[in-house]
């Protein structure tokens, strides 16, 4: 079958991109070592860096392309469905703790470092392919070779290079801080290679080029529209900046009658009665400028918002009709310009982010509660219809999340299992993670691991006394799942392996049956052990039969852990956090893969400890609080609308005044 011109063009990046990286993996140990670090403990994890990647450069270079490669064949040929019932994402039945969400944490580290200065070539390359792809009806609005992509092929080329957690994540942020200043470069070539393909679209190309020169990244402003009294921070008296011109406009404030000239006395008595029982019109009349600047600015914040590029064109319509009601509600409530949650704001973040341009158009039962509601608020604009409205469609998102959880049925047995054994699960998964530390195994072994293996040693604990748990048969099976998948250990004695297996399916299957599994999650985890067993087996093309004795060393380090110390006292929870006021139904968005997406709250457990989300289509998440308060710590978790339409008009105005 003839290829694309967009296919020729990835093979073209492909080849680019792992040859750069294939060169600069070769001689990053000796740039390294050569670089000064006064940092004792710096130097000492940067010299095992130097060490690991002068001695595994090819292998890990092998891997990146590798995993560029199934990402590019991801973007371009999307799964074909599956009938119902055939298929399960084993992600969604992965609780997401503090050690797996630092996987995520590393990822999105490398991504602002490939980040920080390729900002308008790759902006330049995404247009090139919007344009390739014209034709086959696809909107390119991420390139695959762009950072998130690059920081996830980095991360997963170190998965095999056998090192430790610390070593691993310096290493990979090494290979991106080399990268980083050279990704201008590669996206050039890319882009310019591609001309041969689609000379039509050079003239174009070459034109947006010329007006793209002058643009930079996006310069961070400082400005927050969280901090109390930041909207009043956009007020700006000087009557020369264009971006106030119509604060000198004069507003229509009627006559007052009772403050017009009076036929009374100087010394009449009325006089303070009069002027006490009008102070509030003559205070509108002293802070008319006040006034002006006000609706000028929320005239200036619709007309941003408005020309958001994120917004679908309905939502343009639905808040260019807003905005003329916002401004009368503002002359009757002061507040609306005093905090970011005035359900006016409220209301317009909303509708923003249920109606941008990359996602499918909004619910029946949404594009309903925006006509009535916008219709209630136009006929009266007050901050109450507002916030009834605001309130509308909290509970019809809460009732949509109700409706979700029929379909993550599996997964919310797991966070109910996991909740009801939660002491002994962490007991678990303390021992079996220092079995884990022992070896090498791939990470999908980890995750089956700690997911849901951890779920079954805690279920087999109920039945034993504690002196017991220690050598219980599932703590056995978990050695020989770890060994068994570890390539390095188990072709040291490929007949042993082989000869282990039928026995350990059977062990495997057994304890799944403990916890109920379905049997089409059963088979999915089973499916996905064998394909890790089978890729152990196969030794690669060239390499020696390792030879000598099996050795397993993982009962190393598994002697009992002392008494933990008593846990430190909760700190008092943060009101500002994300996290703080969330309920079922409420959406947050998190950087997972290094990208941002939305996930909304479908459930969470009595103590609060395990939370359920749900993800784009059917897909679900599932995490534990302290993983999700470490990634707000990291600002890689935030409100839905925290990165709201206000805060992103507020930084275009604060631009425009720089």
């Not at 009757?332 to 209301?347: F, G, I, K, M, V």
């Not at 929870?573 to 959406?587: E, F, I, K």
């Not at 997972?592 to 395990?610: K, M, V």
Request: aromatic residues 6%; hydrophobic residues 45%; contains cysteine.
């Amino acid at each position: 079958m003839t290829k694309t011109a967009y296919e020729r063009h990835l093979e073209r990046a492909h080849s680019l991109m792992s040859r750069r990286v294939r060169s600069g993996a070769s001689g990053l140990g000796a740039e390294i070592t050569s670089a000064p670090v006064a940092n004792a403990a710096l130097r000492a994890l940067r010299g095992e860096v130097a060490a690991a990647i002068a001695r595994q450069h090819a292998q890990f270079s092998a891997a990146f392309a590798d995993a560029l490669l199934q990402a590019f064949t991801e973007f371009t040929q999307p799964p074909a469905a599956k009938a119902p019932g055939q298929w399960l994402d084993l992600g969604s039945f992965e609780i997401m703790d503090e050690s797996r969400i630092q996987d995520e944490i590393e990822v999105a580290q490398v991504v602002r470092i490939l980040d920080e200065d390729c900002a308008v070539e790759l902006r330049r390359l995404i247009k090139f392919e919007a344009a390739l792809r014209r034709h086959e009806g696809v909107r390119v609005a991420a390139s695959p070779i762009g950072p998130p992509c690059l920081a996830r092929a980095l991360w997963t080329a170190s998965e095999g290079l056998g090192v430790g957690a610390p070593v691993r994540a310096e290493l990979v942020r090494s290979m991106a801080r080399w990268l980083a200043p050279r990704l201008n470069e590669i996206y050039a070539a890319v882009r310019q290679a591609g001309f041969a393909d689609a000379s039509h679209l050079e003239a174009a190309d070459r034109a947006a080029d010329v007006a793209d020169e002058a643009v930079s990244a996006a310069r961070p402003t400082g400005f927050d529209v969280t901090r109390p009294g930041a909207l009043f921070e956009l007020m700006d008296l000087d009557e020369q900046r264009p971006v106030f011109e119509a604060s000198t406009a004069p507003l229509p404030f009627a006559h007052v009658a009772d403050t017009l000239p009076m036929p009374l006395d100087g010394d009449d008595t009325r006089l303070p009665g009069l002027i006490h029982s009008h102070r509030e019109e003559l205070a509108a009349l002293q802070d008319a400028t006040s006034a002006r600047l006000g609706v000028a600015l929320i005239g200036h914040l619709f007309v941003q918002i408005v020309a958001d590029p994120a917004l679908s064109n309905d939502a343009r319509e639905w808040i260019a009709r807003l905005q003329p009601v916002v401004v009368r509600l503002a002359t009757q409530d002061a507040t609306l310009l005093q905090s970011h949650r005035h359900p006016a704001w409220t209301l317009v973040n909303r509708i923003v982010t249920h109606m941008r341009a990359d996602k499918d158009a909004p619910a029946p039962e949404f594009t309903q509660w925006l006509a009535d509601s916008v219709a209630q608020v136009s006929a009266e604009p007050s901050t109450a219809h507002f916030q009834a409205a605001v309130d509308r469609l909290a509970q019809w998102q809460r009732k949509q999340a109700q409706k979700r959880l029929t379909s993550v049925e599996g997964a919310l047995d797991l966070l109910r299992r996991n909740a009801s054994l939660e002491e002994l699960v962490g007991q678990a998964r303390a021992r079996l993670q220092r079995k884990l530390d022992s070896a090498q195994p791939p990470s999908k072994t980890r995750r089956f691991i700690l997911t849901l293996w951890s779920l079954v040693v805690a279920q087999e604990w109920t039945t034993l006394p504690v002196e017991a748990r220690r050598n219980s048969p599932a703590m056995d099976t978990a050695v020989d799942i770890i060994w068994s998948t570890d390539a390095a250990r188990s072709r040291a004695d490929a007949s042993t392996l082989v000869a282990m297996i039928p026995e350990l399916v059977e062990r495997v299957t057994a304890g799944m049956a403990t916890v109920k599994l379905s049997d089409a999650m059963r088979k999915a985890w089973l499916d996905q052990i064998a394909a890790i067993h089978l890729h152990a087996m196969r030794r690669p093309e060239g390499a020696e039969a390792a030879g000598g004795p099996v050795t397993v060393d993982l009962e190393l380090d598994d002697e009992l852990p002392p008494a933990p110390p008593p846990p430190a006292p909760e700190p008092a929870p943060d009101a500002s956090s994300p996290l703080a006021n969330l309920q079922v139904g409420d959406t947050i968005s998190l950087q997972l893969h290094g990208e941002w997406t939305d996930l909304q709250l479908l459930w969470t457990s009595d103590n609060g400890y395990f939370l359920l989300f749900a993800g784009s289509g059917e897909a679900s998440r599932s995490f534990t609080r302290k993983a999700l308060e470490k990634m707000v710590a990291q600002g890689l978790l935030r409100a839905a609308d925290a990165n709201s339409a206000l805060q992103r008009a507020g930084d275009k105005i604060i631009r425009g005044r720089q």
